[in-house]
């Protein structure tokens, strides 16, 4: 059935017909399917606009979900949507050429925000942070001329993992990104459907299919982040024990707030013995 070319959308045109590729890709499909059901991200009549940053998460994201529709499992209507902030090297035509060679509706917006970022960032800082809260209000924004109920990012499994231990380590807080927000003005749905997917299977899709990947680290930030070195710790655990980040992430989905120390979460004081 994957097989037939006039019954796939043209993002999966050249798929690989080996086994293993068709192993992940019903694994990649049923993962966002569960994703998208288990947190209630379908409502009737609604437009997504889903974020391509030409990375493999993204390229994967799109992808799957114009599987899920054009198998009549998506009833949503989807605006692909690539924001060019700037960035020295930036390959302009890529995103563009790519979307219109598979007849998949797009807007590119180009907003230089990396001007911006470059002008208020002390030297020898990362810009992460404050590019991507200007990224994320120029794609509110986008979301909100084209009539979008929702805007979908790539983040996956172990993007989720890594944001809880940050915010571990660092934060001093247990959180991390949720599948499902409305964002601060209260106006639009934040949906992230790749919430169940590993890393490595976005990376093995995304070469078999041998998509265009642009890098993420052109203004040349990524080196020494704080992500990077959870990253590393992540990646040892895995080493020393293969499932230890599916585990975890299980455990996010499993939680006891009487077994914590929030109080705002379990009312302790409240709390009685039996007196039988």
């Known amino acids: 059935m994957f097989d037939e070319t006039d019954d796939i959308h043209p993002l999966f045109h050249g798929a690989p017909k ?3 590729f068709k192993k992940l890709r019903k694994r990649l499909v049923s993962s966002v399917r569960e994703a998208v059901d288990q947190y209630g991200m379908i409502e009737e009549g609604a437009k997504w606009l889903v974020c391509l940053s030409g990375g493999k998460d993204s390229y994967t994201l799109l992808a799957i979900l114009y599987e899920l529709k054009w198998r009549g499992l998506l009833p949503v209507e989807l605006l692909a949507c690539n924001l060019d902030q700037g960035q020295p090297g930036f390959p302009a035509t890529v995103l563009p050429t790519f979307l219109e060679e598979r007849d998949v509706p797009h807007r590119i ?10 002008d208020k960032v002390p030297a020898g800082r990362t810009f992460c942070a404050l590019c991507s809260r200007l990224r994320r209000g120029n794609l ?29 380590f660092h934060g001093s807080r247990l959180a991390t990104m949720p599948p499902k927000l409305v964002n601060e ?3 639009l749905f934040v949906y992230r459907p790749l919430a169940h997917v590993a ?9 078999a299919m041998d998509y265009p990947i642009i890098p993420c680290d052109l203004c040349g930030s990524q080196d020494g982040l704080q992500r990077q070195q959870v990253k590393a710790i992540l990646d040892g655990w895995e080493k ?5 980040r599916q585990k975890m992430f299980r455990a996010l ?4 707030p009487s077994h914590l120390l929030d109080p705002a979460l379990f009312d302790f004081k409240g709390l009685a013995r039996r007196d039988d």
Not at 109 to 118: A, R
Not at 199 to 207: G, L, N, Q
Not at 240 to 244: K, L, Q, V
Not at 253 to 256: D, I, L, S
């Open 18 to 20: 080996t086994t293993e």
């Open 109 to 118: 917006e180009y907003q230089d925000t990396y001007s911006i970022v470059m």
């Open 140 to 168: 509110y924004r986008v979301a909100r001329e084209e009539g979008c109920s929702a805007v979908v990012l790539g983040h996956h499994r172990d993007d989720i993992l890594e944001t809880f231990f940050m915010n571990l």
């Open 185 to 187: 003005e209260g106006d």
């Open 199 to 207: 890393e490595a299977d976005c990376e093995k899709f995304a070469r």
């Open 240 to 244: 020393n024990a293969p499932g230890r």
């Open 253 to 256: 989905m499993n939680t006891r």
